[in-house]
């Protein structure tokens, strides 16, 4: 086998239309492509979100077992303070403000399924 790339990421979610404002409205990701009630897509730059309705109460017992069993996904962004005060600001809520590690700048919020976004910032300016 060999593998091209990733084409997208499926991110499970519980209400399509509060997710819909999220990925859209919420973080500006462009709308690609809708299949149905059940599915969604968003262009974000190098991968395509799937978002996929899914039962609610699965995404919580998932979430319940804590970080390491959530889904996430890390969104590449040019300066992750400046994204975490505007989601702030836009009620988003931050579970982990602004750390630096040696490579990059990250931080992290959650959608409103409770689904993780990383906000990720590579120190040497580069995306994907």
Not at 43 to 71: C, F, H, Y
Request: hydrophobic content about 45%.
């Amino acid at each position: 086998m060999r593998v091209r790339g990733v084409d997208f990421v499926g991110i499970a979610v519980s209400d399509m239309t509060a997710a819909r404002a999220f990925y859209g409205e919420t973080l500006g990701l462009k709308p690609v492509g809708e299949f149905g009630e059940n599915w969604a897509e968003y262009d974000a730059g190098n991968v395509t979100l799937s978002l996929i309705l899914a039962d609610g109460q699965a995404i919580r017992k998932r979430l319940e077992a804590g970080p390491e069993a959530a889904i996430g996904v890390a969104i590449a962004v040019p300066d992750v303070a400046a994204a975490v005060a505007e989601l702030r600001g836009k009620g988003v809520p931050v579970t982990e403000d602004t750390t630096e590690f040696p490579p990059c700048f990250m931080a992290t919020v959650q959608d409103p399924s409770g689904n993780w976004i990383w906000l990720h910032q590579r120190k040497d300016g580069t995306a994907g």
